[in-house]
């Protein structure tokens, strides 16, 4: 087992979102924690970052793009509106 720091202000927002959901803050901890591993590597915060910053770039040069929101997402590869 592994000890972490939690800042007061949000352990006591995991208290209270525990308690209405009924069940301890530690299952509400993991539970959050999986969740949020999950989506890391569902969507790939790497080239997600690479992208934007290739796109900043392309603007900053005056080489911008017209593209539907549709298409920027399909070339960031992130899930459509």
Same mark, same amino acid.
């Given at each position: ?9 949000? *352990? +006591?927002?995991?208290?209270?979102? !525990?308690?209405? &959901?009924?069940? /301890? ?8 924690? %999986? ?12 080239? *997600? +970052?690479?992208?934007?910053?290739? !796109?900043?770039? &392309?603007?900053? /040069? ?8 549709? %298409? ?10």
């Amino acid at each position: 087992m592994t000890n972490v720091s939690i800042k007061p202000v949000l *352990f +006591e927002n995991i208290i209270k979102m !525990a308690k209405r &959901e009924g069940i /301890s803050t530690d299952k509400l901890i993991n539970e959050a924690l %999986e969740r949020g591993l999950e989506i890391m590597d569902e969507y790939d915060c790497e080239t *997600f +970052e690479k992208s934007l910053d290739e !796109a900043r770039e &392309e603007i900053k /040069s005056g080489k911008g793009s017209r593209m539907t929101i549709n %298409e920027l997402a399909d070339s960031l590869g992130v899930d459509r509106p």
